[in-house]
């Protein structure tokens, strides 16, 4: 390769940008690689030189130096990186998806065997019900089978309390390998929303309203939970809007460390907006008797 014209190697002029160079050299490389030509011995002896050519004009010094000495710049002290190693921090296996072995590059490794390679990763995103997630179970995917595009059905299996966004990895159920392990199956796991719950941490939030009687008189009344149908909750006498009352244990399990959480009951006063004139006496009666609560609160001492 000593007296080869690199510039002719990559198809490009010497006044190229060093993206034209990198463009170029992508493109011859995943043409001739090896692994798309296995059984032509022409190919693998052009995607050396195509590796060789990069090595030295894809790096502005190693360039400057063949520009200046030709064929003898090795010798006026040029070359290419250290150990071989492909100039302007380029990865290779970003051509294929990964799973590219580098000794294909820098020769060390004979072209007629076949790389030990892991089979890549498969990335699938689902969503699951808010009862799921809470609850756990199993979701059926289809994946499908690398070059051969048959579809396989996987369950994959939800740990109950899973929150959106968190990722679930399948051990070896990617694709498979070139002499090594299969790779993995990465599933994003989106979760819907609830009509009536909401989830903060652990806790299962439901808002709860109430009428301004119930509240300043206290009440028992009946609430949904996600798996144990209703319950009855008391709300003491004096309960403002916003207040929290909890169900212990009644919350989402926590799925790194099994604990469970509780629900939350947040209670919402609801002022009727139309009143008859009976309830608006009623009303009336009040404010006359209630001390402002205001009273006092924006005085400057």
Request: contains cysteine; neutral net charge; aromatic residues 6%.
């Amino acid at each position: 390769m000593t007296n080869k014209n690199y510039y002719q190697v990559l198809g490009v002029s010497r006044d190229a940008s060093s993206d034209e160079i990198r463009q170029a050299y992508k493109r011859l490389a995943r043409e001739f690689h090896p692994d798309r030509n296995p059984d032509d011995s022409g190919a693998v002896e052009r995607f050396k030189e195509v590796q060789a050519a990069y090595q030295v004009l894809g790096d502005e010094e190693t360039r400057g130096q063949y520009d200046r000495f030709g064929s003898g710049f090795r010798q006026a002290g040029g070359g290419a990186g250290p150990g071989g190693q492909m100039p302007g921090g380029f990865d290779f296996s970003s051509l294929f998806g990964g799973g590219v072995d580098l000794g294909d590059l820098f020769g060390g490794r004979d072209p007629g065997r076949p790389a030990v390679r892991r089979g890549e990763d498969i990335k699938k995103t689902i969503q699951v019900s808010f009862q799921m997630a809470a609850t756990g179970g199993g979701y059926d995917l289809e994946i499908g089978s690398a070059g051969s595009g048959k579809k396989q059905r996987q369950t994959v299996p939800i740990p109950a309390g899973i929150r959106d966004g968190e990722v679930l990895r399948v051990k070896g159920q990617g694709a498979a390998g070139s002499g090594g392990p299969s790779g993995d199956l990465l599933v994003t796991v989106q979760v819907a929303t609830h009509p009536w719950f909401y989830r903060e941490g652990d806790d299962l939030v439901l808002d709860v309203p109430l009428t301004p009687a119930e509240c300043a008189l206290g009440a028992r009344i009946e609430v949904p939970t996600l798996v144990e149908g209703t319950l009855d909750v008391t709300v003491p006498a004096g309960t403002c809007s916003g207040a929290r009352l909890r169900l212990k244990g009644k919350g989402l399990k926590n799925d790194r460390t099994g604990q469970q959480g509780n629900q939350v009951v947040v209670v919402k006063i609801v002022v009727p907006r139309e009143v008859d004139e009976q309830q608006q006496e009623a009303y009336q009666r009040l404010a006359d008797r209630d001390a402002s609560p205001r009273k006092g609160m924006w005085q400057v001492p």
